[in-house]
């Protein structure tokens, strides 16, 4: 890949690997489409995408980076590589890529560049439990090649049926090399009911909220 | 400020976790399922597997829905059982069961065609 040399600051690809990993079920049903934001101490991000097929989805990325002033405009591949399924519990493994344009959006900025990620993630959930893990590599060219990693653990307080409110209590953990403070952990809420699924956390390193939105049609 | 929400979020937490599950009363028979049957549709309860959301329950819902032989369908989480009622005089055969709940992301575990309660 090309790259330019337009970027100042190497942390762009961790800020959007920490989206991408927090995402729920990535890979929806044939023929159905997703909307997912999500914002935390420092970018607000959107991906639509749709699922080719019960294993594949494409989809269109936007990231805001308010601290760095830029913008991330892209798309991404999720590849279900496995199902796991049981009774009361299931499990998936899954492989992404995605590809697109960083923009500087600071006053007097106009720089972009290519860049390209790639990871995996995993999550095992029954009615009760949830557990998740993500990794993600990130290659801007020389402006920056980074890493980073993410687990999720949350537990229902109580199990819903069907079109019910459920509601789950999470802690999630960042794993950043590159940070000057590479662990950060974010206690979240998750509220889900239908098709609709809201999160609200506060980052008790950053202090600083953390809210997420995913809407499925 | 951030100890005491780490504290609450801790203790919240741990006592969920132990907790008992409580499961809300739900409707024994939904009712667009009884209307579909007494209208002549064939009541079908396929056992699922992987049903743990909303999502899930979703995805299974809209797959099915969209199929013509197909009146209503409805997952229920607690029952893991996909309630599917036919329109009247259609016919929904096991493997385009299977094939749809594939296409949905699922995989079905068993396909009762006789259910004692005759829905849910």
């Given at each position: 890949m090309k790259c330019k040399?337009?970027?100042?600051?190497?942390?762009i690809a961790s800020l959007m690997a920490f989206a991408v990993l927090a995402e729920a079920r990535p890979v929806s049903y044939q023929g159905g489409w997703t909307l997912i934001e999500e914002s935390d101490w420092q970018t607000t991000s959107g991906l639509v995408h749709y699922t080719l097929d019960p294993k594949i989805s494409l989809g269109a990325r936007v990231e805001l980076d308010h601290e760095n002033d830029t913008a991330f405009y892209g798309g991404q591949a999720t590849y279900l590589v496995k199902r796991w399924f049981g009774k009361d519990h299931q499990a998936n493994l899954y492989a992404f890529t995605g590809a697109g344009i960083i923009e500087e959006t600071g006053s007097g900025q106009n720089g972009s560049d290519e860049a390209a990620f790639i990871g995996a993630m995993a999550d095992w959930e029954t009615r009760r439990w949830f557990v998740s893990y993500g990794i993600r590599g990130f290659d801007g060219g020389d402006i920056d090649k980074s890493f980073m990693q993410m687990g999720r653990v949350g537990v229902a307080p109580y199990v819903a049926n069907t079109n019910a409110l459920h509601t789950w209590l999470m802690l999630q953990v960042h794993h950043r090399p590159?940070?000057?403070?590479?662990l950060s952990v974010t206690p979240l809420v998750r509220f889900f009911k239908g098709a609709a699924l809201v999160e609200a956390g506060y980052n008790?390193?950053?202090e600083s909220p953390l809210l997420n939105f995913t809407y499925r049609f | 400020m951030k100890y005491f929400i780490t504290f609450i979020f801790a203790a919240a937490f741990t006592i969920t976790a132990f907790a008992e599950d409580v499961t809300p009363a739900m409707l024994a028979n939904r009712p667009e399922l009884t209307k579909a049957v007494a209208a002549g549709g064939e009541p079908i309860a396929v056992d699922v597997?992987?049903?743990?959301c909303d999502f899930c329950a979703m995805a299974m819902k809209k797959t099915m829905g969209k199929?013509?032989?197909?009146a209503v369908a409805y997952v229920d989480l607690d029952t893991k059982v996909l309630s599917v009622v036919t329109k009247p005089g259609a016919e929904l055969d096991d493997a385009t069961i299977k094939k749809l709940i594939k296409k949905a992301g699922y995989k079905v575990a068993a396909i009762n065609r006789s259910p004692k309660t005759g829905i849910k």
């Open positions: 040399l337009y970027i100042t600051t190497s942390s590159d940070n000057a403070e590479p008790i390193n950053t | 597997l992987g049903a743990v199929h013509d032989a197909v």
